[in-house]
């Protein structure tokens, strides 16, 4: 049945969220889900290829989504506001998606889940980094700056929507605003 597939997804999700990957079993997942564990084994094969899954089908999107946000149009202002903006709509849309994310982030890069997760990682200051490497052509004083400000850059976002998680500020479009003014006072001075 096709709604075992996104059921399992869905309530691995939520544990490997609140649990942490490496703290939640087969076992459980499959209790969670209300199915057996051959079931998962058929769609998913273990653990690993669940988050394998999610990861692929749920975040891999957004990947796409923020590729086009961080397309550089010779007005950086522009770009950085597209660019949180498309961050704060994935991050509400999907909450405990992206706090897993943040999670296996912060891990041990020997953990499984965070080897899994890094190459999103990676791909997502891959294209912050492109996105500053073209507008220092415009901006002189930026040159050579590009992994850094992609570093500084998503650090404050994912600041911003960490505090929105835990319920300290929103993700409104003054927040945006507010993200993209602190942001560029640093980088024009």
């Not at 059921?7 to 997942?29: H, R």
């Not at 290829?49 to 089908?57: I, K, N, P, W």
């Amino acid at each position: 049945m096709a709604d075992n597939r996104s059921t399992i997804l869905d309530c691995s999700l939520k544990l490997f969220a609140a649990k942490g990957y490496d703290a939640v079993g087969v076992q459980q997942m499959v209790e969670a889900a209300g199915i057996k564990k051959p079931t998962l084994y058929h769609y998913f094969g273990s653990k690993r290829g669940v988050l394998e899954a999610l990861m692929q089908e749920r975040f891999a999107p957004f990947l796409s989504q923020l590729a086009e946000a961080a397309a550089y149009t010779s007005d950086l202002p522009l770009s950085l506001r597209q660019v949180v903006t498309c961050y704060f709509e994935f991050a509400l849309e999907q909450p405990t998606l992206y706090q897993m994310h943040l999670a296996a982030w912060f891990a041990n890069p020997e953990n499984e889940a965070s080897q899994i997760i890094t190459s999103y990682i990676r791909e997502q200051h891959q294209l912050l980094e492109s996105m500053f490497q073209q507008a220092a052509n415009h901006h002189g004083n930026m040159r050579g700056r590009q992994r850094v400000y992609a570093a500084t850059f998503l650090g404050m976002v994912n600041s911003y929507i960490v505090q929105a998680l835990h319920q300290k500020t929103d993700l409104s479009e003054f927040t945006v605003h507010q993200a993209v003014q602190q942001f560029s006072y640093g980088i024009y001075s």
